[in-house]
């Protein structure tokens, strides 16, 4: 008899952890899922892109104010320029020359819709952007505007123009323009952006 309720013991408790191990997969796929963004349209239109440029061995890209800003910069642009029918691009690139340093780095204030890790000044988008050579953090600000013509998965007649907003270099000025978004109207912060609706 005791073998019996032993056994259903270990088999009642199997089915609960089985139960909660199923409901952590699923609120954690749900988690993971809820960072994921659907594909940019880069068939034609204008585009606010803020790059975020860091270190993971810099101190002030690394401090719990500076991750909250901009993440509080990329979820306010996000929303600001969803209501206005503007995309909203962000890529996030790193001087670390390790590319897992520079992923974990950059997935403190992540997600992006593009990364460019790894190779340190020499990385591709810390030559595109601050030419090998700048101060941590940084966000640039840039407007884009793309004419494609989308054919299945390629792009044909391609033409972009991309110009600077502004840059921010510093903990204080990132600080700065978040509190510039948060305090200015909507006309205001559309002439800021260059962005002619």
Not at 97 to 123: R, W
Not at 161 to 168: C, E, G, P
Request: charged share 20%.
């Amino acid at each position: 008899m005791y073998e019996n309720i032993f056994r259903y013991c270990i088999i009642g408790s199997s089915l609960i952890f089985l139960f909660f191990g199923i409901l952590i997969g699923i609120f954690t796929f749900n988690e993971i899922d809820s960072q994921k963004r659907e594909t940019i349209n880069l068939s034609g239109g204008k585009y606010v892109r803020l790059v975020f440029i860091g270190s993971s061995k810099c101190y002030f890209s690394n401090t719990r104010k500076t991750i909250r800003t901009i993440k509080n910069i990329k979820l306010f642009l996000k929303k600001f320029l969803d209501d206005k029918n503007v995309e909203f691009i962000t890529t996030g690139t790193s001087f670390d020359y390790s590319s897992s340093d520079a992923i974990t780095h950059l997935d403190k204030t992540g997600p992006y819709d593009e990364v460019l890790v790894g190779n340190g000044p020499f990385n591709l988008g810390i030559m595109q952007y601050v030419s090998g050579k700048s101060p941590t953090p940084k966000i640039i600000l840039l407007l884009e505007e793309y004419e494609s013509e989308l054919v299945g998965l390629n792009m044909k007649n391609f033409i972009d123009s991309q110009s600077s907003i502004k840059t921010y270099t510093g903990q204080f000025e990132i600080q700065n323009l978040y509190e510039y978004l948060i305090s200015n109207n909507e006309d205001e912060i559309l002439e800021y952006l260059n962005i002619k609706l």
